[in-house]
């Protein structure tokens, strides 16, 4: 294993100009004549370079990054493993398309992967470059293996923005537009403790009614969760609902599908959260963090729902591809001595305290959740579940002017996340709440 880099003595965010800054103004001009509008920075300052927890722009600015690209670099920026492991791949292949000339990395990733998913039931896996072409992958391998066409996924659910996936997501606004979408795709209640109050075997049956009295059992091939909700504002399911859910779908002959792709690979303390409520899916679907940023993605599942479709029917081009591969083994071999997982947890229990304290004292914080290093708090009116307008993207813009990168997230855009990398200490998070209570009394 390699040796663990020595990061720089970087103790706090540094704000040199005001942000953005002037460099990264310009460049956003050029942006401007050039990018798609369609493609939105949430915050526009130009990253120069990254290390471990911190992105520093082109003005100088230094961030503490608490989004890590949305779960992506989840064991730290550039990570050396990672790195070197791709660096030294491209002095031996960066492509051979792996339908026509096969490589040993790619097997060598689907045995770990048959490994580290959840059960012990005989896998197989295929890899691609995306969470959302892992999602629709997983789908088209379900109606195949069932010979059903209609899939199901939960209120408040983010698969992606292929025509497919947009089909399956909760918010309107991303795909507002782009219709017409893919037919046979339905959305049933999910549980949503906070705002829903009510168990997991009474949201698990909520759910289960509906899918059985609106769409019905013969017709549906698959019912896909995010074990833990992104996009949607890290929904933490009530204890029994995801169980329940997977036990009705095996009975029933549909296929569970885990879209783990921001809850995988040491986020949440295990290697994957499907584990923290006791589930064994049918397929798992990784990406984000599998290749510490190098484009890459699968989906693992029992044999014989994999083996479902003929030689040729799935695959793509970059599917695969060996640098991304090289990275994605050497981010297994980062994780199997446990070190990140330790992080994880402790990372958690900290914003678990950090948050709890803040909401005793902010009444805009209607409730805090997680587990391991994926956090939030949802903002809502006091003494109600009404969600508190304009507070989320307030909170994050003071937190920006201050050093602090926070993602917002929520179907009502009224939630905090935090998906720190795992290289981020508790004097980090220390500074970063400090500064989100200053940020909340001026909200107060």
């Not at 939960?154 to 399956?168: E, S």
């Not at 029933?252 to 303390?269: H, K, P, S």
């Not at 083994?329 to 330790?342: I, Q």
Request: aromatic residues 6%; glycine residues 10%; charged residues 20%.
């Amino acid at each position: 294993m390699p040796a663990v880099r020595t990061l720089p003595d970087l103790s706090a965010p540094s704000v040199r100009t005001e942000v953005p800054g002037p460099r990264s103004r310009a460049i956003h001009e050029r942006r401007m004549r050039t990018v798609a509008r369609g493609v939105g920075s949430i915050l526009p300052v130009y990253i120069e370079h990254a290390d471990g927890p911190w992105v520093t722009d082109v003005d100088g600015n230094r961030f503490l990054d608490l989004g890590s690209g949305i779960g992506v670099t989840t064991l730290g920026h550039v990570n050396p493993a990672a790195t070197a492991a791709a660096a030294a791949q491209l002095d031996r292949v960066t492509h051979t398309l792996f339908t026509v000339t096969p490589y040993e990395g790619y097997v060598r990733l689907a045995e770990r992967l048959a490994e580290k998913t959840p059960g012990d039931h005989e896998k197989r896996s295929i890899f691609v470059n995306s969470g959302a072409e892992a999602v629709e992958n997983a789908v088209k391998i379900a109606r195949r293996h069932t010979g059903r066409r209609v899939v199901a996924a939960l209120d408040h659910a983010f698969h992606g923005r292929t025509n497919l996936t947009l089909a399956m997501n909760h918010k309107a606004a991303y795909g507002t537009g782009f219709g017409p979408f893919a037919s046979d795709i339905h959305r049933v209640p999910n549980s949503y403790p906070y705002r829903d109050g009510l168990t997991g075997e009474q949201a698990a049956q909520r759910t289960i009614t509906h899918l059985e009295q609106r769409i019905g059992v013969a017709d549906l091939a698959a019912v896909i969760a995010e074990p833990i909700q992104g996009e949607g504002g890290f929904v933490v399911p009530a204890d029994g609902y995801l169980p329940a859910l997977q036990e009705w779908c095996t009975r029933n002959g549909v296929v569970f599908i885990a879209d783990e792709i921001q809850t995988g690979l040491g986020r949440t303390g295990t290697w994957f959260v499907s584990e923290h409520f006791g589930v064994v899916p049918d397929l798992v679907l990784t990406a984000k963090a599998i290749a510490a940023g190098l484009p890459l993605a699968g989906v693992t599942g029992r044999a014989e729902i994999m083996d479902a479709p003929d030689p040729g029917s799935l695959g793509g081009t970059f599917g695969g591809n060996p640098v991304s591969i090289a990275a994605a083994l050497a981010v297994f071999d980062e994780l199997d001595d446990g070190r990140f997982f330790a992080a994880a947890l402790r990372i958690g229990e900290k914003l678990q305290r950090g948050l709890s304290d803040l909401a005793s004292r902010h009444p805009l914080i209607g409730d805090v959740r997680g587990v391991g290093a994926m956090y939030a708090f949802e903002l809502s009116e006091p003494g109600t579940t009404r969600p508190a307008a304009g507070a989320a993207s307030a909170i994050a813009e003071f937190a920006a002017q201050h050093g602090i990168l926070l993602l917002t997230a929520g179907s009502d855009s009224n939630v905090i996340r935090f998906l720190p990398t795992l290289t981020t200490t508790d004097d980090h998070l220390g500074i970063a709440l400090d500064v989100i209570d200053r940020a909340l009394a001026t909200l107060d």
